[in-house]
């Protein structure tokens, strides 16, 4: 006759719930100290780019505090009072380009005259000035007009 054996059942451990110290905690955090200057080098040279890229915008964004101002022309447009103008549009170019490159626009309806800086020195401008009603639509041109009151800025 076998022999029964009986099994005893393993002995419950009570665990207690410890908590973790500060330092403890800061090491469990995902962003370990390489992450961190990875992201930040990372932010770095996209900032560079976009800087590098942008350098035209920026240097036009700060001339008027810099030398580059003596380097420029500026002039002063009368602008006209058209019924129903909401804004006006002014067109204006070098007098040997034949197409119109350059547009101030948005220039509120309340406006008498608007300065157009950034004039290359030397050279000769016209201008003509659109009325924009209240839907977008320019519904009145002037005349093409030479810009005479150019003055250094």
Known sequence: MKKKTTRRAPAKKTTRQTTRRASEQLLMLPFSFRRIVFITTAI???????VYFNKSD???????MSITQGLYDQARISLPKIDDAVSYNIYFKQKSAGTYTNVARGIPANL?????SYLKKGEEYQYKVAAVNA???????????????????
């Open 44 to 50: 770095a040279l996209f900032l560079g780019v976009v």
């Open 58 to 64: 920026i240097n036009k964004a700060v001339a008027g």
């Open 112 to 116: 008498n005259a608007y300065t157009i």
């Open 135 to 153: 839907s977008g639509a320019e519904f009145y041109w002037t005349d093409e007009t030479d810009l005479t009151n150019i003055e250094s800025m």
